[in-house]
């Protein structure tokens, strides 16, 4: 008898701290993804083709990124294509930290039942900013890295890791963080 009591308090103690972390979220797929670009690196002023890119200075860089998601199988209706955004812009400079303006995020909202993305590439185009003439490819990067989520609200982010450039082989580099982490669905503005 005692041990059929032991055994019921034990159950509703489950029950509570179930429903205490499950919260009034609903069924679905919401994370958010934070990439910060933490550094550019183009030593010799050049632009992908290995011109410089000013005369007389140094280049302006202008960093311009969108996220992809990639699911394994591939989904069978793929989104169009998003387009790059401003991200990051700097006046005649060639190497250099970034701590703000230097952010891009991306927020999942998937209300039922979807597939979990299995990694996440960030497309870069960095551009020289010129006044008279049209912006000159400086580099186009992909940066790569696994969909491994946090628990809500993180505070700590990647390990700074180089993106991968597209065309090479000059000493152009880009450094990223990174952090992904759920969210609640009302963080999406989802009516209940
Ligand atoms: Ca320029």
Known sequence: ????????????????????HSGPDRVGVFFRIEVNFTRFENPQSQTHDGYYCDSMSACDPQI???????????ASSPKPSEKFVLVHSQCCANVYNMTTHNQIVKTICQVGRHPIPKRVSVKVE???KDL??????????????????????????????????????????????????????????VPF
């Open 1 to 20: 008898m005692l041990l059929n009591r032991y055994l019921l308090l034990g159950v509703i103690f489950i029950l509570f701290v179930v429903s205490c």
């Open 126 to 128: 960095v551009r020289d």
């Open 132 to 189: 008279f003439t049209p912006n000159d490819m400086i580099e186009q990067f992909n940066c790569q890295f696994p969909f491994t989520p946090l628990r809500k609200e993180p505070t700590s982010w990647s390990q700074d890791a180089a993106c991968q450039p597209l065309h090479g082989p000059h000493q152009i580099r880009l450094y990223y963080r990174f952090r992904i982490y759920s969210i609640y669905s009302t963080e999406c503005f």
């Open 64 to 74: 311009y990124a969108f996220i992809e998601l990639i699911y394994e199988p591939p």
